[in-house]
């Protein structure tokens, strides 16, 4: 084997990924400068013939890219939904890397292969999920959704006598898709990829909330005939809100007893983990008697980005759907193939760090990171709200808050861009806006397990400095 000067280049990164993660705390939370030229220019350099010393590569890497790397990690950071880093899963990331396993197969990959599993039971147990659920590690929510949504069509159509893994969809009894108006992006995108068309679906309207109404869903299932896949949600992506799993539960168990064969999927990318809290018992009731649940590693979870999660309670109808055969691989029958549960061929040990993570939390680490973000968006939406310039516009359920910021000149969505614009500028936190019933309005989404009161305190400080220099109040 050719050697490698494995120690130079190791050293080079871990002491530049030691800097930045030290200096998380203090940093602007966004570059101080996004250029795109400036950027380019740093990196831009010929590709020369002989090529350059790998541990120089990375050090002048690490050095050239550092003032414009985003401080996702550092704990006031608030944008879209978006996950820190957890020391445990850092590390095991840093393992999987320098093994360098492919780990479709246990075959060729058996260690990695097996923590997968161990992580997939214990994530199954923490949540509560039916003991038998089949689990994929893919590359992120929008993934998680698809093979769970393809489990889906596979099982339905399978029902009423169509294999839809040999035939395709042309000729296929219609199968019709039910979603919850405002459904999240990647659910329709994922119809999109599965042939089930995002405009095919039918839209059911939602609650001040966006929880699903439960009346609404009945009544669009009474109009519905033969093969059926509903899509609610564990965690909105605006409002944190928890759909009535068990009134959708009911309303599925009705359906498919009239008849019509019926999948219920559950998007958990911002919360599935509540159901791993003894305090949101109440909110995820009735989560365990749907059919498939996708979430994220790499939101709440903090583990590096990329990780999604598939679980379905059908095994078979996940393995129909995902599984490949070949003759030049060695597929083991006794063991579990990661191929067999997600998307991809060759891939990335993306459990592993789960593994770690969930092995480093314990139980009660979980519940806590689930409590504790949601403790912190309170405490965010008691702060705002009784400032005097913003109102909450949602119930505070779980790690996510919608604010409107009123201005005197009734242009909110203004005064929202504005503050948090201002806030972004001067790096002191980092928060993304969204239109909530055609209202602009400003998110806050704490999923960073580095988030404590002080990171909280500081981002409000500096949100209300701005609504008081943009306001004039
Ligand atoms: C983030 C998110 C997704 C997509 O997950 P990715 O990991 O970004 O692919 C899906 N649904 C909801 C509700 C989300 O917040």
């Not at 220019?41 to 010393?53: A, F, I, K, M, Y």
Request: proline share 4%; charged share 25%; net charge negative.
């Amino acid at each position: 084997m050719r050697q490698s000067d494995w120690k130079s280049v190791l050293d080079a990164a871990a002491r530049a990924a030691l800097e930045h993660l030290e200096a998380l705390p203090d940093r602007p939370v966004l570059p101080a400068s996004a250029d795109h030229e400036a950027i380019r220019s740093v990196l831009d350099r010929p590709l020369t013939r002989e090529g350059v010393d790998a541990a120089r590569v990375v050090g002048e890497l690490a050095r050239d890219l550092e003032p414009y790397i985003t401080a996702q990690a550092g704990g006031r950071y608030f944008g879209f939904v978006v996950g820190g880093l957890h020391p445990a899963a850092l590390g095991a990331d840093v393992l999987v890397s320098a093994w360098d396993q492919n780990a479709p197969m246990f075959a060729g990959a058996p260690g990695v292969s097996v923590a997968e599993e161990l992580a997939a039971r214990w994530l199954v147990d923490l949540v509560g999920l039916p003991s038998q659920s089949s689990v994929g590690f893919v590359t992120g929510g929008q993934m998680a959704t698809f093979t769970c949504l393809a489990a889906a069509r596979h099982e339905v159509l399978r029902e009423v006598g169509w294999d839809v893994e040999a035939r395709g969809l042309p000729g296929a009894p219609p199968l019709t898709v039910v979603v919850k108006s405002g459904a999240h992006a990647t659910v329709l995108r994922a119809l999109r990829f599965l042939g089930l068309g995002e405009q095919a679906v039918v839209s059911v309207a939602c609650d001040d909330q966006d929880r699903i109404r439960p009346d609404a869903l009945q009544e669009a299932l009474a109009t519905i005939q033969g093969p059926t896949i509903v899509v609610v949600e564990c965690g909105n992506v605006n409002t944190g809100a928890f759909d009535d799993f068990d009134a959708v539960a009911d309303l599925a168990r009705a359906h498919r007893a009239a008849g019509h064969p019926t999948w219920v999927h559950v998007d958990g990318a911002v919360m599935l983990l509540a159901a791993a809290s003894p305090a949101m018992a109440d909110r995820v009731k009735g989560l365990d008697r749907l059919d498939s649940w996708s979430t994220d590693g790499h939101k709440l979870l903090n583990v590096a980005y990329d990780c999604g999660i598939a679980i379905s309670r059908n095994a078979a109808a996940h393995r129909a759907a995902m599984s490949v055969q070949a003759a030049y691989l060695e597929q083991d029958n006794a063991a579990r193939d990661p191929l067999d549960w997600g998307p991809d061929f060759s891939r990335r040990a993306r459990g592993v760090p789960v593994y770690a993570t969930l092995r480093s939390l314990g139980r009660q680490g979980v519940a806590e990171l689930v409590e504790r973000t949601t403790h912190l968006a309170r405490r965010f939406a008691d702060a705002l709200g009784g400032s005097g310039y913003a109102r909450i516009v949602n119930d505070v359920v779980s790690n996510q808050v919608l604010v409107r910021w009123e201005a005197p000149d009734g242009d909110h969505g203004r005064l929202a861009d504005t503050v948090m614009a201002g806030v972004r500028a001067e790096g002191t936190a980092f928060f993304t806006g969204t239109t909530y019933r055609g209202e602009r309005l400003m998110r806050i989404s704490v999923s960073d397990w580095a988030t404590d009161e002080d990171d909280v305190d500081r981002a409000v400080e500096a949100l209300l400095r701005h609504a008081r220099l943009a306001t004039g109040r």
